[in-house]
């Protein structure tokens, strides 16, 4: 069964934000990684020394449901974030299959912005915006 949360992109001020979410709905980050624990990947630029320390992921458990995530933007990596669209959709899936089937239904007329690909965080994951400019994303924990 799918599980549906909110994720939202900053430029450069994630790490702010979400110190500021956790002292509204208190607990503690279930992840808090930075671009510069990403490793090289093929056809992808350096990380410059500027962007490094922005986060590439973070998440903040705010009931026993609810999961608010967020990023930094990463120049070339997704869509220019604008007011309106800093937002995504984030549905977390019990399969590969699953991740595949409501890819291909949501992403139909859309623009995938990342095929669906293992990644070097353990997941199959994917991103896309819909033909009505709604950001979604799809993560499948590979099995350990």
Not at 3 to 19: D, I, K, M, Q, R
Not at 103 to 109: E, G, K, P, R
Not at 121 to 135: E, L, P, S
């Amino acid at each position: 069964m799918a599980t549906v949360n909110a994720y939202l992109t900053f430029e450069g001020n994630c790490e702010a934000a979400f110190n500021f979410y956790r002292s509204a709905f208190g607990g503690e980050f279930r992840d808090l990684n930075r671009f510069s624990e990403m490793p090289p990947q093929e056809g992808m630029p350096a990380t410059s020394e500027e962007m490094k320390n922005r986060i590439m992921h973070v998440s903040l458990p705010i009931s026993a449901e609810t999961i608010l995530m967020g990023s930094d933007t990463m120049p070339g990596m997704g869509p220019d974030m604008t007011a309106g669209n800093n937002f995504s959709i984030s549905i977390g899936v019990s399969s590969k299959e699953e991740a595949d089937k409501l890819c291909d239904a949501l992403s139909a007329d859309g623009k995938v912005t990342m095929p669906l690909e293992v990644t070097f965080w353990g997941a199959y994951f994917g991103m896309w915006t819909d033909k009505f400019g709604i950001n979604w994303m799809v993560n499948y924990d590979l099995p350990k």
